[in-house]
């Protein structure tokens, strides 16, 4: 364990990256515990806007990057409700950075139930959750 975090401190060039994804993912996993979806619906962002669909190229590879710790890091955690403690953690990071991103919920059919998804969206690029497809769209957030 102890070599791990050596190893992770010594040849993770963006640890601080990683170690925000941890905390926020955290943090939004708490969240999704003890909030109500009122309360956390505050969290998400202004109902029904979306973000603009053209970004800049250095803006689309921060949002690449964060897309990739975000995904690597969520995978390893014992969670539930993944996609949208990825959404909300991606977001969270994008908007530290002055980036702006929309939030997607949606809703549809696997094995014949019923089943939620969150994917976040920068520019053109879909940063987690992939792109929505199969699942009709019920709400969107633009993060402020």
Known sequence: MIKRFVDFMRYNGEKWMTITVYIYAAYYR????????TQMEKKMGIRGEESVSEESIETLRLARLVSFHVNRVTQHLPLKR??????LTARKILLKHGICSTLYMGVGKENGNMVAHAWLRCGQLFVT????????????????
Not at 30 to 35: D, R, T
Not at 82 to 87: S, T
């Open 129 to 144: 959750g992939g792109n929505g497809e199969g699942y009709a769209t019920v709400a969107k957030f633009k993060a402020f």
């Open 30 to 37: 708490i969240c999704l515990l003890v909030l109500k979806m």
């Open 82 to 87: 993944k996609c949208w403690v990825r959404a």
